[in-house]
């Protein structure tokens, strides 16, 4: 089964800040690579996938890179909506990362 | 908007049995995978399993393998998953996804329900 690892678990950040969360997998999983967010008590809600190509209506102030082994997901500055979990996932065979909580500082 | 709801949770011995549902609407159901994604309390998400647009092609977690059955009713655009053997580290939020293709080739998940809750203890 192909791992996937996030660093880091939490983040500690204020609005404005640029965040970026790393995923890792224990293989190649070329672009197969989505990101979602969660709140407390929802389910979670798809924001990029391919590694890069944003969902629709998610704000631009979400980026995603990387392909193969190692990803990022980047938030440019930091909005009090953005305040989440997010997971990352290969969908190779659907493994998730363990998750990064985003909170304030 | 898509819509799936999912049913069936509740409270159950270790080694028992349940049937979860999720019932879709506001989509062609039979054009899409399905899946099946649990959350243990306070915990990450953790993948299930799938099964093709046609039920013919399946994928488990192996961590339920040969515990668990997911199957689907077309007709009834329903999603099933059978429970057996339960565990407590069974016990979490169970979400029914929908996937973006009709087969258990590489995608991601489009849509997510609201879940249900199984409660695994004596």
């Known amino acids: 089964d192909i791992q996937v690892t996030q660093s880091p678990s939490t983040l500690s950040a204020s609005v404005g800040d640029r965040v970026t969360i790393t995923c890792r997998a224990s293989?190649?999983?070329?672009?197969?690579l989505a990101w979602y967010q969660q709140k407390p008590g929802k389910a979670p809600k798809l924001l990029i996938y391919?590694?890069?190509t944003l969902q629709t209506v998610v704000s631009s102030r979400f980026s995603g890179s990387g392909s193969g082994t190692e990803f990022t997901l980047t938030i440019s500055s930091l909005q009090p909506d953005d305040f989440a979990t997010y997971y990352c996932?290969?969908?190779?065979?659907?493994?998730f990362g363990q998750g990064t909580r985003v909170e304030l500082k | 908007e898509v819509h799936l709801v999912e049913s069936g949770g509740g409270l159950v011995q270790p080694g028992g049995s349940l049937r979860l549902s999720c019932a879709a609407s506001?989509?062609?159901?039979?054009?899409?995978?399905m899946h099946w994604v649990r959350q243990a309390p306070g915990k990450g998400l953790q993948f299930v399993s799938g099964?093709?647009?046609?039920?013919?092609?399946?994928y488990y977690a192996s961590s339920v393998k040969g515990r668990f059955t997911i199957s689907r009713d077309n007709s009834k655009n329903t999603l099933y998953l059978q429970m057996g053997g339960l565990r407590p580290e069974d016990m979490g939020v169970y979400y029914c996804?929908?996937?973006?293709?009709?087969?258990?080739?590489?995608?991601?998940?489009?849509?997510w329900g609201q879940g249900t809750l199984v409660t695994v203890s004596s």
């Open positions: 293989q190649s999983v070329g672009s197969w």
């Open positions: 099964i093709s647009l046609n039920g013919e092609a399946t």
């Open positions: 996932q290969q969908y190779n065979s659907w493994t």
């Open positions: 996804v929908r996937g973006h293709s009709g087969h258990l080739l590489p995608h991601y998940f489009d849509d």
């Open positions: 506001e989509f062609t159901f039979s054009r899409s995978a």
């Open positions: 391919e590694a890069s």
